[in-house]
């Protein structure tokens, strides 16, 4: 499975960011897919994750309530939708995939793409 994550880019604070990964090369629709996050000098981080089988979601605290996790099966793309953005969403940002039940250990997500950065300026 490869992924492609765009919609990266330079936002204000409390501006809104939407961000895609696109899948190919596999089934995409029994696959979970989060997303994660590393900011300079920090450990990657969970942010969200969607599940494949009733599309549950699951959110990071920080990002509660400001993102949005969603897919789209037909298209193969999951979205990661960012609002009220903070000085400390800036990073980048990962999708993955997961065949596995763990929902935030980033070891259990075997597919990764490359990251697309997100700057949040004050």
């Known amino acids: 499975v490869q992924l492609q994550a765009s919609g990266g880019g330079r936002v204000q604070a409390g501006g809104s960011v939407s961000l895609s990964c696109a899948a190919s090369?596999?089934?995409?629709?029994?696959?979970?897919m989060g997303w994660f996050r590393q900011a300079p000098g920090k450990e990657r981080e969970f942010v969200s994750r969607i599940s494949w089988s009733r599309g549950a979601t699951y959110y990071a605290n920080s990002v509660k309530g400001r993102f949005t996790i969603s897919r789209d099966n037909d298209k193969n793309t999951v979205y990661l939708q960012m609002n009220n953005l903070k000085t400390e969403d800036a990073a980048v940002y990962y999708c993955a995939a997961s065949e596995s039940s763990f929902i935030g250990n980033s070891r259990a997500y075997v597919y990764w793409g490359c990251g697309t950065h997100v700057t949040v300026s004050s």
């Open positions: 090369g596999g089934a995409f629709s029994r696959l979970s």
